[in-house]
């Protein structure tokens, strides 16, 4: 069974950073393809960024510039650097993982742009 443990969301100021981290169990994690995926009140589950097995990264036309996916295979662990936030990126963001058993989704973490 795999599971996805998201960290790192929390209160910022417009402009801040944070860094969100998806710790997965699974041993293959690295032919997963990982990715971040946001959900805002009232809004649909979006796409953030993905990144491959391979290291090869795919960003929202929003995110490009400013957001950073990255995974560490050594530590099963899938990280978004978020800099220059934007009240408008406030969200739940979920970590997703597509995986040969499956596809799975963290529970989630919170992040609210706001001064």
């Known amino acids: 069974q795999v599971q996805l443990v998201e960290s790192g969301g929390g209160l910022v100021q417009p402009g801040g950073s944070l860094r969100l981290s998806c710790a997965a169990s699974?041993?293959?994690?690295?032919?997963?393809?990982m990715g971040w995926y946001r959900q805002a009140p009232g809004k649909q589950r979006e796409l953030v960024a993905i990144?491959?097995?391979?290291?090869?990264?795919n960003y929202a036309d929003s995110m490009k510039g400013r957001f950073t996916i990255s995974r560490d295979n050594a530590k099963n662990t899938v990280y978004l650097q978020m800099n220059n936030l934007k009240p408008e990126d406030t969200a739940v963001y979920y970590c997703h993982a597509n995986s040969p058993s499956g596809a799975y989704w963290g529970q989630g973490t919170q992040v609210t742009v706001s001064s």
């Open positions: 990144i491959t097995s391979g290291g090869s990264t």
């Open positions: 699974g041993s293959i994690f690295r032919v997963w393809i």
